[in-house]
């Protein structure tokens, strides 16, 4: 079964920080683009980070660049997300995703390319 579980969500206030985890199992990171994404209350999911499988290449949002760190342990099957500075306006549901399927040049930025999602864990930055 292919699964991507996100933990270490929580409440932090502006300027502090928080390192989300998504631990992967039934596919293999260093073959598979992985991504971070966030939902605010909307219908729309904003990207905020990807990285490819083999190579390990990054993308970030204009909107997190220098702030955000994604990373993986490929041991350990594990993808991360190291936040820091964070602002009020990152507050949203932050999600771990792969791209199984997708077979093309560079990083998949829109979130739909992304066919496989965890659960979600909530992150909220007070002012």
């Known amino acids: 079964q292919v699964q991507v579980v996100e933990s270490g969500g929580g409440s932090v206030q502006a300027g502090g920080s928080l390192r989300l985890s998504c631990a992967a199992s039934?596919?293999?990171?260093?073959?598979?683009?992985m991504g971070w994404v966030r939902q605010t209350p909307g219908p729309e999911r904003e990207y905020v980070v990807g990285m490819s499988g083999r190579g390990g290449s990054t993308s970030y949002a204009d909107s997190v660049k220098g702030r955000f760190t994604i990373s993986k342990d490929n041991a350990k099957n594990t993808l991360y997300l190291q936040m820091n500075s964070l602002k009020p306006e990152d507050t949203a549901v932050y999600y771990c995703?792969?791209?199984?399927?997708?077979?093309?040049?560079?990083?998949?930025?829109?979130?739909?390319?992304?066919?496989?999602w965890g659960q979600g864990t909530q992150v909220t930055v007070s002012s």
């Open positions: 039934g596919l293999t990171l260093s073959t598979v683009a």
């Open positions: 995703a792969a791209a199984r399927g997708y077979s093309g040049r560079g990083i998949p930025r829109n979130p739909r390319t992304y066919d496989t």
